[in-house]
């Protein structure tokens, strides 16, 4: 059953890790070591809980346990705010979800007191790094990053309703406030914005570095219950949506989302991090009007008939990173593939709204292909380059939350996380919907 192969797949990935990266952020597969990219938090482990938990891995998942009710976060390390609070705070706050067990939410709790130092600006943009134990904060360049600023208010918010305590919810609607002030017509903004004189720059993408920023604005007015307290992101995030429809460009046969360069020209280039659009599009769908009903899903639709075929046109099935408009045709720009789970988060939220079974053989797919050529004897592994299958040392800690997950969960019945319910994260962590 494929199911159950998904859930050999994840514990092939989680039994490397144990055993050769235990409490360190990832495993490096080929070398047989762990390697610190988020603060030696155990980042895998954190990220991979609550799959372990939906896969019913329990043994797995008391280890994982034991292991977080131990974890000390003054560490003189500065963290990057955004990955650890979509990766480490959203982890935490979706196993309280699931399990209920307080200790998750004392660590989640913890970690987000050392982290808001980092919104202690002027205007309440935060900065992107903070010192987990001085409390330090700053910008590696001047401004603050779209996506990284503006993807923080799903887990801030959640905590807050979890505890009660709402200071986390103040810091990111202060920060959302200010955006909201400077939210453009077209609800498209450059990728760079400086927390102390709002100054905005450079390109506008749904790609890296703005994507997740307008899937929060959905996301969090979904997180709220769809209420009048957030009907303000909602307004917001369809804005965004009529800015999307002009970056839509078709190269025969499929459609594209390109980027807008600073000086307002589209530029014919799509990541396939952009493939996290048509899950976006199917989950603002269901409160659209008619005729943005059948615009969203038009689109989502395209656009996951565009991501399969990134897979599906590699020389190993496997999508590279980056794809651009030669003049002719669109080639591989970056032929990189880090085992990013977007396609398949796209084609589960597809199959959720159509039951077409075409999106569970296309997930197949992606899977088999990632079996044969990822999968290698101590974990999983990208590709430094999917043109000749040369592959890179790193089994990225969202290989298990979320490319496992978003594929065990498009094999299993479709009500375990339903829409109205739930809200999944940007890392693919499910949080419970509360109303506001
Ligand atoms: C993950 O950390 C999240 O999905 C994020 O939104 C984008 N980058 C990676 C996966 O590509």
Redesign the pocket.
């Known amino acids: 059953q494929r199911r159950e192969r998904v859930r050999a797949a994840m514990l092939h990935a989680w039994t490397s890790y144990e055993k050769f990266a235990w409490g360190e952020d990832e495993l490096q597969p080929l070398t047989k070591n762990g390697v610190n990219s988020f603060g030696g938090l155990g980042a895998t482990i954190i990220d991979a809980m609550d799959t372990l938990y939906i896969m019913g891995l329990h043994t797995q998942f008391q280890k994982a346990r034991t292991f977080v009710a131990g974890l000390n976060f003054n560490i003189n390390y500065e963290v990057n705010l955004f ?1 650890t609070t ?2 480490i705070l959203g982890g935490l706050i979706s196993t309280y979800d699931l399990t209920k067990d307080d200790i998750f939410l004392t660590k989640a709790r913890q970690l987000a007191d050392r982290l808001l130092p980092a919104f202690n600006t002027e205007t309440g943009i935060p900065y992107g790094r903070v010192n987990l134990a001085s409390g330090e904060a700053r910008n590696l360049v001047g401004a603050s990053v779209l ?1 990284e600023l503006g ?1 923080l208010q799903v887990e801030f918010i959640a905590l807050s309703q979890r505890t009660g305590l709402q200071k986390y919810r103040i810091k990111v609607e202060t920060a959302m406030r200010t955006i909201q002030k400077i939210f453009p017509k077209d609800g498209l903004l450059p990728v760079y914005i400086d927390p102390h004189t709002l100054q905005r720059y450079d390109k506008v993408t749904f790609g ?1 570095t703005g ?2 920023f307008y ?1 929060y604005l959905l996301k969090t007015w979904v997180l709220g219950g769809k209420t009048q307290a957030v009907q303000g992101y909602r307004q917001m995030w369809e804005r965004s949506m009529d800015g999307l429809m002009t970056l839509i460009k078709k190269k025969a046969p499929y459609y594209y989302v390109f980027e807008r360069n600073s000086n307002g020209d589209l530029f014919p280039k799509m990541e396939e ?1 952009a493939c ?1 659009v048509p899950a976006m599009l199917v989950l603002g769908s269901y409160d659209a009007s008619a005729q943005k009903k059948n615009q969203y899903l038009w689109l989502a639709q395209q656009l996951t008939t565009t991501c399969y075929n990134f897979f599906y046109s590699s020389p190993i099935r496997i999508a590279a990173d980056t794809y651009i408009y030669n003049g002719k045709e669109m080639t591989i720009q970056d032929p990189k593939n ?1 085992m ?3 396609t398949l ?1 796209s084609i589960f939220y597809m199959w959720q709204l159509t039951n077409n079974k075409a999106y569970r053989e296309w997930g197949w797919n992606i899977f088999l292909a990632y079996e044969k050529y990822s999968r290698v004897e101590n974990g999983y592994v990208g590709h430094v380059d999917v043109t000749t299958g040369k592959k890179d040392n790193k089994m ?1 800690s ?1 290989f298990l ?2 490319t496992l997950k978003y594929l065990f969960l498009l094999y299993s019945s479709s009500d375990n996380f339903p829409f109205n319910q739930w809200v999944f994260n ?3 962590h499910p949080i419970k919907i509360i109303p506001r």
């Open positions: 990955e979509v990766r996506a993807t890296g994507d997740s899937e991090l996290f880090i990013r789970p977007e988060e990225q969202y939350a979320e940007t890392e693919a």
